[in-house]
């Protein structure tokens, strides 16, 4: 897909407690009226919206300013009305404004310019060691009490990789929004680095106190 095909205003499934990353693959599922209606405009078109993560604040429409478009590559409907998908992310949205909609769903109007390496196949960084990488973050799981499959994830490329931890890790929701954020893959593997680090150091304090 170019940055040419892509929707200018699309939309938008505002979810807490989901960072939802290019080249990874969410499942959802749809059960609410609004966001059935969202799916089945959806299907009839590129199959194409947005997820992005609602704010914790006293306003319940509150929403960060970055989330990432994804297109529906499985779809399933339930007996009692459901809809099982799996969603494919392809690149991360900056959202400029909300648009007024007589449909159930909210829509807005968003920007992919800062986001364009998403829509790259990046298959290893030159500056991160894969394999050192991948050492770390299995010792930061083991930490955690998480189980992973680092064999399996050896078979991503380095861009994959790397959204899928983004988006797996047991880190807060906080950490996650900001490694959306980032607008390059250099800045996301340092700062990734650095909240890997800072959990680990913590981590063993902890268990030194106790």
Not at 113 to 138: G, H, R, T
Not at 150 to 169: A, D, G, R, V
Not at 191 to 199: A, G, H, R, W
Request: glycine share 2%; proline share 3%.
């Amino acid at each position: 897909m170019n940055i040419n095909s892509l929707p200018k205003n699309i939309p938008v499934f505002p979810l807490s407690d989901v960072v939802f990353f290019p080249k990874t693959i969410l499942p959802l599922n749809i059960f609410e009226k609004r966001y059935i209606q969202l799916v089945n405009d959806c299907m009839k078109d590129q199959r194409l919206f947005g997820m992005i993560q609602r704010k914790k604040t006293s306003e319940a429409q509150d929403v960060y300013e970055v989330g990432c478009l994804g297109k529906i590559i499985n779809f399933n409907e339930t007996s009692d009305g459901r809809f099982i998908i799996n969603l494919s992310g392809i690149i991360r949205f900056r959202i400029m404004k909300e648009l007024i909609s007589s449909r159930l769903y909210r829509k807005f109007s968003v920007d992919y310019s800062d986001f364009l390496q998403d829509l790259k196949i990046v298959k290893n960084n030159a500056k991160c060691n894969k394999k050192d990488f991948l050492k770390k973050i299995e010792i930061f799981f083991k930490k955690k009490n998480f189980l992973i499959n680092i064999n399996e994830l050896e078979k991503h490329n380095f861009e994959q990789l790397l959204n899928t931890l983004c988006m797996i890790s047991p880190i807060s929701l906080i950490e996650k929004q900001k490694l959306i954020e980032t607008t390059s893959s250099e800045e996301k593997i340092q700062l990734f680095e650095d909240i890997i680090n800072f959990n680990l150091v913590d981590s063993f304090k902890n268990k030194t106190i106790q």
